[in-house]
């Protein structure tokens, strides 16, 4: 079983930038896609996107692509979104997930039937505008 921690989280003004990290331990790391997601106080986790176990592709919530950028380092087991342009709106808990397979991280917010192996605890991301 796969082990994850998120970190990076903070406090931004408006305009500017933000890499999270998400480090994982347990089985091999490039055995799994990973996937970021967050949830704002008060409402839904939702996709944020995914790289698969190469880091070759990535998929991105419509709302978010040109500004977030997802990769992956499998030598030193660790993922991270980077974050540009940033908006008091992405105020939230940024959370990444790991499955073996890239298509549950993808529906895993909207399909209730789709689980993944594991999730880390999140770490908070503050805009200030």
């Known amino acids: 079983q796969v082990q994850l921690v998120e970190s990076g989280g903070g406090l931004v003004q408006a305009g500017g930038s933000l890499r999270l990290s998400c480090a994982a331990s347990g089985r091999t790391f490039s055995s799994y896609a990973i996937g970021w997601f967050r949830q704002a106080p008060g409402k839904e986790r939702e996709f944020v996107g995914a790289?698969?176990?190469?880091?070759?592709?990535?998929y991105y919530a419509d709302s978010l692509k040109g500004r977030f950028t997802i990769s992956r380092d499998n030598a030193q087991n660790t993922a991270y979104p980077h974050m540009n342009s940033l908006k008091p709106e992405d105020t939230a808990t940024y959370y990444c997930?790991?499955?073996?397979?890239?298509?549950?991280?993808?529906?895993?917010?909207?399909?209730?039937?789709?689980?993944?192996?594991?999730w880390g605890q999140g770490t908070l991301v503050t805009i200030s505008s």
């Open positions: 790289t698969n176990r190469s880091g070759s592709s990535t």
């Open positions: 997930a790991a499955d073996p397979k890239l298509h549950s991280l993808v529906v895993v917010t909207t399909d209730k039937n789709t689980h993944v192996k594991a």
